[in-house]
Each structure stands twice: as C-alpha cells, then as structure tokens.
C-alpha cells in the first residue's frame, strides 16, 4: 500500500520550506497552525516576485512558526520576527504584486522587515503576504473548470511527487558519476512512496482518508532544482539528465518532473506522515 511519507509547507515562496508531520488539507494548499502554504512573498521595488531562479541563497532563509510570529534566521543576520496577526483594517498598508501573470492585493510589511530582507539580499525588496480578501485561482484549462485556489504558489495549492521518482533520476545521475539530490531540490508538499517512478503523471487521484486529490498539471522544472537548498548555490543541475527523458508534449516539451495537484474533498482534514494513500489511475 502506497504511504504519505513527507509533508512540506513553505510559508514564504522561494525560501526554505518546513517539514511536517501532520499539516491540515485546505482547498488553497497545506496549512499548519493557520499558516498556509505560500501565504507570504518577496517582490522587488516594483512588486515583482523574487525567487531562487535569481536569488538562490532565499534557501537559506529559514522559517519557524511560533505562537504568534514567523522566526526568520538567514546566514549572517540577526532573528526577525514577523507577527502572525493581520493588521487592522483601518491600518493595513496594502501593495498591488504580481506572481507571472496575476496581479493580486497583498498586506505590506513593515520597514525593518523590508530592511532585513534588503540587507540579505542585497537588492531592496519587502516581504508581503497573501490578503485576506484577494482571490487568486488555478488555471481552470487544467483544472476541468474546477476554481482551485491559491496563494504565492507558482499556480497551483500543492505539489505531489513519487519517491520512486527521484529515484529513478538519482540512478542515472550516479550511473554517470554524479551525486545523488535529495527531495527537496524539487520542493514537493505532498511526498509518497509505493507507486512506481512516475506514476503520478498517470494517477486520476490520491485519497488520503477521507481526503481526495487531484493531480492535474505536470510540473515543468525551471532552473531552481540546480540550487542546492542547503548552501543556497547554484550546481550541480539535474535538468540536462531529465531534459533526456522528461520532455513533456502536454506542456510544449517542458521538462517535467511531478505533478501540481488541487483538492476535490476533504477540507480541513488532518494529514499525517505515515497515512495509506489509496491511488486511483487514469485509464
């Protein structure tokens, strides 16, 4: 029987992620103590998204949720701590920000976060976070008409991949004498193990529980599995092997590695490392 075997959440887009051992199922992606997958961002000066593609030490950026702050600690700096609680409405300072092509109503974050962030990065950017009354939304072309929300996420709630996969990828990178990646270099939320490399591409969904999910996009890579997530330095890239075998037609021959997934039932349902997922394929 296939198991769920790791759990991520990713508070800030593009900055280390946190591995969990149970994280709560919403529509919009993972959620843990009320913070969901992706709920914050950094953009530039002119609202722009900042990822690893441009600014890979935002890896060493690393989140903890606390009772009622995010801890931030990145190579070199001091401890930020970034309050939980929104803002009062008649305080909030709010940022119009794009993520690809959707501009969307983000809060703004105060100044010493935005200096902290700047100092790190050594361009001047703010973080921002998802507001509470914006609405951003999965492709429907993909989607089957289903309106799936997200956050910061590059387009879809959660990321599933096979453990098989890496697998097989890290059998032919060390069939050529090259080291072995582990997962994260891929930044899944959703990791099982049981089914064969790549048969998540296939699978008409996963049901965890009383949880069903739905894998409908393949996931084109970009160059941020090159960057290694625990210095933050681009090397070695994986993508020259998979360009040899995970060229996906359904995506315009994009390399493809993982499959982007929305829920169809099971809001608010507790997830756990360790659960059976039950896998339903594609015929």
Known sequence: MPILTELNLYPIKSCAGIS??????TAAGLMSDHIYDREWMVVDAAGQF?????YPKMALITPRIKADTLELRAPGM???EVPLGLPDPSEEITLDVKVWDDTVRAYDCDETTATWFSK???VPCRLVRFHAEAKRTANTEWTKGIEAPTLFSDGYPMLVI???????????????????L???????????????AFEEDVVESFKIGSALLKPVKPCPRCPMPSVDQATGE??????EILQTYRANPKVNGGITFGMNAI?????????RVGQEVDVIISF
């Open 20 to 25: 969990l051992r149970e994280a709560t199922l």
């Open 50 to 54: 900042m990822t690893q593609r441009e």
């Open 78 to 80: 001091l401890r930020l």
């Open 120 to 122: 790190y990065l050594g």
């Open 162 to 180: 096979s453990e098989a996969s890496l697998v097989d990828l890290n059998d032919k990178l060390q069939s050529q004498g090259r080291q072995a």
């Open 182 to 196: 582990p997962m994260n270099r891929f930044r899944p939320n959703i990791v099982i193990n049981g089914i064969e």
């Open 234 to 239: 681009f090397g070695p890239d994986p993508l």
């Open 263 to 271: 829920m169809l039932e099971g809001e608010g349902q507790l997830l």
